[in-house]
């Protein structure tokens, strides 16, 4: 059969297209922001840096996929399921450890460091008319803990064993997220719930204006117990309607983790994009206003992924 000149010039044309069409793709590159329930600190915050990274990386498409947070992000980086995530530092710790009992399949070695944000705290709040106002109060209530194996679950067992308890003491323990644990409170269906979460989380906030709530302490004596990366901190009067005192509590500080498999660049820009924003992320939340690029790689659990070290020793942060 004999193709004519157009016809085989249309088919060169189009063999050209396809091909510069499939490269197009292949550069494509796309982030998977990896955060938390969607009323805890770690969701704003992932929906502002995927709008910085969206607007800023050129040829980056972005999505904002909501999790269980700590441990599932931890695992879904290191399938190559998401390109940052959010977590504590003990689940990264535990994470790079391989602790089955966390919830991690094995060693995760894939995982690499961004930067340290801010501090969680944890956050134990009851209803008043459930009388509980120490951590002993506990015994024989209900309390919610988070999601099973979430870097919040994991910060309720740590506290329950410094203070001589188990989940065995409480009357019941509930694994949910920060808003349905509230919803339950608010409907006299839970008597506490322990979050751990940035400083004034929407979550407990609602609640305290719903119903009179008690902080209820950790005491310093307790988490100098467990040790780092727990440190003693404290929530100031007037974090929640009707605090009135300050309240003795534990901090564990909060990382942005990637994984090998990101380009330098790509890991590179996000770590600069990120300090280059910090209005805009404290404008989704005001966590944020702790971000300090000087303290970002302190206590880092895991090696930094080279495209964050490049930008460290840019600034000075690294030598």
């Known amino acids: 059969m004999t193709i004519s000149p157009r ?10 297209s396809t091909a510069f069409g499939s490269a197009t793709a292949r550069a494509a590159e796309f982030i998977n922001v990896l955060t938390g329930g969607t ?7 992932g929906v502002a840096l995927s709008k910085i990274y969206g607007d800023n ?7 904002v996929q909501a999790t269980k947070a700590s441990v599932e992000n931890l695992n879904l980086l290191q399938a190559g399921r998401g390109e940052i995530g959010f977590s504590l530092g003990d689940s990264v710790q535990m994470a790079w450890d391989g602790n089955k009992e966390a919830g991690f399949p094995g060693k995760l070695d894939k995982l690499r460091g961004i930067a340290g944000i801010y501090s969680n705290y944890i956050q134990i709040v009851a209803s008043q008319e459930s009388g509980i106002k120490t951590l002993a109060d506990l015994k024989g209530k209900s309390l919610s803990v988070g999601a099973p194996k979430s870097g919040t679950e994991l910060n309720a067992r740590a506290i329950l064993t410094a203070a001589g308890m188990s989940y065995g003491d409480l009357g019941r323990a509930e694994y949910l997220p920060f808003a ?31 119903l009179k ?20 901190a404290i929530i100031p009067a007037g974090t929640y309607e009707g605090q ?13 983790i990637t994984h090998e498999g990101v380009s ?8 600069k994009l990120l300090f280059e924003n910090l209005p805009a992320l404290t404008a989704a939340h005001a966590a944020a206003k702790a971000i300090d690029v000087k303290k970002a790689i302190d206590g880092m659990p895991v ?14 942060v690294l030598k």
């Open 244 to 256: 009135t005192e300050d309240v003795e509590t534990a901090a564990v500080g909060n990382f942005l």
């Open 39 to 45: 009323s805890g600190v770690y969701y704003p915050l």
């Open 264 to 271: 330098e660049e790509t890991a590179y820009q996000m770590t």
């Open 57 to 63: 990386i050129a040829g980056v498409t972005t999505q």
């Open 213 to 232: 709530i008690n902080v209820v302490a950790v005491p310093k004596a307790d988490v100098e117990k467990i040790g780092a990366p727990y440190l003693p």
């Open 303 to 316: 090696p930094l992924h080279p495209g964050a070290e490049r930008y460290y020793k840019e600034v000075g």
């Open 180 to 210: 349905e644990s509230v919803e339950l409170i608010k409907n006299r269906q839970l008597d506490a719930t322990l979050q751990s979460a940035g400083m004034g989380v929407a979550s407990i906030r609602d609640l305290a204006t719903s």
């Open 7 to 16: 016809i085989a010039v249309f088919a060169g044309a189009l063999a050209i």
